[in-house]
């Protein structure tokens, strides 16, 4: 059974660091894009970035592009979502999700994200 | 890529056919899934390629477009249904999602 299980509720102060985890199982963790989901309070969903565990290649958001970082250990099977200074605005939950190729053809291949962690709520409050 | 849902939020009974509109600001053939979200949850996929029912997806969901306009249609909405969904284009990067719509009892 495939499962991405991510790291717990995190309060933290202005300017601070972090990084959260998530961890995949039942599946060829290598092979498989992981990306990262924001989600405001009481606001939609926003794709910030995704991680190839295999080669460690990266694709972020504009709107994300040097505020995080999305990173890969293949030998624990767990991808990381960092920041350096965090801002009361990063206020939110952050999902990871593994994207799926869905072959409509041999030629035709779509992606979607077919399996999600639970989610990670980040504070930042002074 | 720019995703536009319509309505943001709808106000539905058990039994009613519901339709959410999903445009994006460019061709994006057929590169379009939608998700389903319940309050704290994560969210769940029901539709990938504008209108392949996801396995474990009831009948009553069903998708459709190509382009840059595309519906999603619930036919007769159950009790488990009032959620909201999400639609996202994987034309290319970032796979951007619409700003979601809610269903919710009338």
């Known amino acids: 059974e495939v499962q991405l299980v991510q790291s717990g509720a995190e309060v933290k102060k202005p300017g601070e660091s972090l990084k959260i985890s998530c961890k995949g199982s039942?599946?060829?963790?290598?092979?498989?894009?992981i990306g990262w989901v924001r989600q405001m309070p009481g606001k939609g969903l926003e794709w910030m970035g995704i991680?190839?565990?295999?080669?460690?290649?990266?694709r972020y958001s504009p709107s994300f592009q040097g505020q995080v970082t999305v990173s890969a250990d293949t030998s624990m099977n767990t991808t990381y979502l960092q920041w350096s200074s965090l801002k009361a605005s990063d206020t939110a939950m952050y999902f990871c999700?593994?994207?799926?190729?869905?072959?409509?053809?041999?030629?035709?291949?779509?992606?979607?994200?077919?399996?999600w962690g639970q989610g990670t709520l980040v504070t930042v409050s002074s | 890529i720019q995703m536009t849902q319509s309505p943001s939020s709808l106000f539905a009974s058990v039994g009613d056919r519901v339709t959410i509109t999903c445009r994006a600001s460019?061709?994006?053939?057929?590169?379009l899934n939608w998700y389903q979200q319940k309050p704290g949850q994560a969210p769940k996929v029901l539709i990938c390629?504008?209108?392949t029912l996801r396995s474990g997806v009831p009948s009553r969901f069903s998708g459709s477009g190509s382009g840059t306009e595309f519906t999603l249609t619930i036919s007769s909405l159950q009790p488990e249904d009032f959620a909201s969904y999400y639609c996202?284009?994987?034309?290319?990067?970032?796979?951007?999602f619409g700003q979601g719509t809610k269903v919710e009892v009338k």
């Open positions: 999700a593994r994207q799926w190729l869905y072959f409509e053809s041999s030629v035709r291949v779509i992606p979607l994200f077919d399996y």
């Open positions: 039942g599946y060829t963790f290598a092979n498989s894009w």
């Open positions: 991680v190839y565990p295999g080669d460690s290649n990266t």
């Open positions: 460019e061709n994006i053939d057929n590169y």
């Open positions: 390629a504008a209108s």
């Open positions: 996202q284009q994987s034309y290319s990067a970032p796979r951007t």
